[in-house]
Structure formats: structure tokens, C-alpha cells
């Protein structure tokens, strides 16, 4: 998986790095003679390295985080500028093939660097504004037998990414957030802890607020708790009080009415992911009354098709960050079966959240959030 990524990461820089400089001799002929794509290249591996590096650099500094804010714009700049300008070449070529006109290019380089202005406002928003806009979104959940548990809140928070871009104060500030709206249960549901350095503190904070939620804190696995130091994770949150689901539920009852809180693990394995999901699933469901409410935390939202083959009223996931890129609230690349909000099926509902945080800090069109449930 992790070299999947790399390899994606690598096509993207040398891609864009050509675009980018081919763009440069277009616009810019007198800059763009000598050696220009080895140049932009050479540019580009040392704004990822820089990233890379700085990541690994102990402690939060102002400093570094506005380096890494600044490469993070100068690089998505180049991305977007260079596959607007490929888009409108494009058009321009098949309008000269049809109409056999030819184009002013000092009018249509004009035009290119003009729209420079209006694409760089929207880098600098997504990357500046949107990112740490966490918005709360509000959904009521029809449940047939509800009973004595009808009105009861449910919060999820999902995909902080805690580290460089998702400070332990920004975590803070989220649980207190959170607390304040005063939901009955939380349910986390992965990738929170992901950076070694301050993973501990995270889990010690988050478990600070278990006593906020009447019924308690909820966690299921993420795959990035994977990439980190596992072993001390599970130490920190056994320290908690925090609810740690491994294909397991936890019944809680009210009267004689139950709600069962499920949780399932993150399959590593891809090429056998739907079958170790139907494998965790049926562990989970293990001793699970068929009468109570149950309510699914998983990360992947894959797990959304779990939860309606077997009649889950309400699965809680994330992963996918609803794409990140998102218009008119649908992503611009969904990638993912489910990537962003509310699906239901057969009265069952399945959420995908767009996370509270960024792994990536960029978005347009599709918020961080934090999210209540109700049901009704």
C-alpha cells in the first residue's frame, strides 16, 4: 500500500513538474530556455523533501509550519495552474482544428497569466481558510425501535491526522467543542493518532473527556494508527477510559431497551479486504441482540455495505476525507464507492465523514467536520 502511494506521489511530481515548465516557456520564453524541466523538477524534489524532512522536526513551531504552509502552496499551485493551462491548450487546439483559425498568442498567454490572479485566490483559500474551517453538520436518524434510546446524540470525530497540520491545541479546542454540544456518546472513528512524537499526549487529552459523553468514548482503528508505533497506542489508550472495539460490541442498556456500539478493525491486507471485512463483521456481530439499536464504527467506508447486509441502523465511517476536492457538496474525484455524507438503503443508514482534520492540508468544496446524530 505504502509504495502504491509512493508511486502515485512520484508520478504526480514529474508529471506536473513537465506541465509546469513547459507552462514557463509558453508564458515566460526568456526564463524558460536553459535546462527549464530539470530545474522545475530539481524544484519540486526539494519542496517535497523539505516537507518530508520537516515532519520528523520535534516539538510545534510557528516557523516550520509556515514553511510548510508555503511549500504546500507554492506545490498546489503548480498543479492547478499547470492542468488549467493543459485543459485550455487543449480546447484551443481542437477549436483550431475545426474552425482552421489561428490564436493571437500574445492574447492567449494575456488571458493564461491573467487567470493566475483567481486560481491562486482559490489555492490560498483551500489552503489557508477551508482546511481549518471544521464545520458540524446535523442529521437525524429514523430508528423503528428506538424505544427509551430515541433523542439520544451520538458525536463522530474522524481522520485528525494529529501532528503537523492538526495541533494537540486544534485537538483541544475539537473536544471541547464536542463536549459542549452534549451528545450522549462519542464515536472516534480512526486515524487520529498519527504522529509518535505526540500520540501519547492525544490519547491522554481525548481520554480527559471521557466523563463529558453520559455513555462514554468510542475508538475504532484506523490505517494510520498502523503506520505508527501500535504497541504504545494500545498502552496510552489502555491508560483511558476510552472504548478501544476490535470486532467486538459493547452492549449498553436502558430499561429493557438495548443499543449495541460495534466496532470493526482496519483490513490491512487489500487483496483480501472484503473478505477479512465480512470476517470482522461477523465477530463483531457476535452476541449482538437483534432487537437492539446497533450502531457500526469503522474507518473504511467499504464497511457501509457490511453495515446494510446486516441490518445496522446507523455505520459510522471516514477514510476518505469526502475526496477533499469537492463542488457543488459532491467530491470532484470520488475514487470510493462511498466517499462523502449520507447513504441509506432498506431504512439502514451509512455516513462517510470528511474528517475533522487534513493528511494532505488542502481542501476546496468539502470542509473538515465534526458531526451529531440523533435519533428519531
Not at 26 to 55: D, E, M, T, W
Request: glycine fraction near 6%.
Amino acid at each position: 500500500m505504502f509504495m502504491i502511494f509512493l508511486t502515485c506521489v512520484f508520478a504526480v511530481l514529474i508529471i506536473f513538474s513537465v506541465l509546469s515548465a513547459r507552462l514557463i516557456r509558453q508564458l515566460y520564453p526568456r526564463i524558460g530556455r536553459n535546462n527549464i524541466y530539470f530545474r522545475v523538477l530539481l524544484f519540486n524534489i526539494f519542496l517535497l523533501a523539505a516537507l518530508f524532512c520537516s515532519k520528523f522536526i520535534p516539538g510545534e513551531s510557528t516557523v516550520i509550519s509556515v514553511f510548510q504552509q508555503f511549500f504546500i502552496i507554492v506545490f498546489v499551485t503548480e498543479i492547478f495552474f499547470s492542468a488549467f493551462a493543459l485543459i485550455v491548450n487543449c480546447i484551443i487546439k481542437i477549436y483550431d482544428i475545426i474552425t482552421d483559425a489561428s490564436v493571437d498568442l500574445s492574447r492567449r498567454n494575456f488571458l493564461m497569466k491573467s487567470a493566475l490572479v483567481p486560481i491562486e485566490g482559490m489555492v490560498l483559500y483551500g489552503s489557508l481558510i477551508e482546511k481549518n474551517d471544521v464545520v458540524l453538520n446535523k442529521y437525524d436518524i429514523k430508528v423503528h425501535n428506538a424505544g427509551a434510546w430515541k433523542d439520544i446524540k451520538i458525536a463522530q470525530l474522524t481522520d485528525v491526522h494529529i501532528g503537523s497540520y492538526f495541533s494537540i491545541d486544534k485537538l483541544r479546542v475539537t473536544m471541547d467543542r464536542l463536549a459542549a454540544l452534549n451528545p450522549d456518546i462519542l464515536a472516534v472513528t480512526g486515524d487520529i493518532f498519527d504522529d509518535d512524537k505526540i500520540n501519547a499526549e492525544a490519547i491522554a487529552l481525548i481520554g480527559q473527556y471521557c466523563g463529558k459523553f453520559r455513555y462514554g468514548i468510542y475508538y475504532c482503528w484506523g490505517n494510520h494508527e498502523y503506520m505508527r508505533n501500535m504497541t504504545a497506542i494500545k498502552k496510552n489508550l489502555a491508560k483511558t477510559d476510552i472504548h478501544v472495539l476490535t470486532n467486538e460490541s459493547i452492549i449498553i442498556n436502558r430499561g429493557d431497551d438495548k443499543l449495541s456500539v460495534i466496532g470493526v478493525d482496519y483490513p490491512q491486507d487489500r487483496e483480501r479486504f472484503a473478505m477479512l471485512g465480512e470476517t470482522y463483521m461477523k465477530n463483531a456481530l457476535n452476541g449482538v441482540p437483534s432487537d437492539s439499536v446497533k450502531i457500526l464504527l469503522a474507518h473504511h467506508s467499504d464497511f457501509i455495505d457490511n453495515a446494510f447486509a446486516n441490518h445496522i441502523d446507523l455505520a459510522l465511517t471516514g477514510h476518505t476525507h469526502g475526496g477533499q476536492l469537492g463542488i457543488f457538496g459532491h467530491p470532484l474525484f470520488p475514487g470510493f464507492k462511498y466517499v462523502r455524507g449520507m447513504f441509506i438503503q432498506d431504512s439502514c443508514y451509512g455516513y462517510v465523514s470528511t474528517g475533522a482534520g487534513s493528511w494532505f492540508p488542502f481542501r476546496i468544496g468539502c470542509p473538515p467536520e465534526i458531526t451529531i446524530f440523533t435519533l428519531v
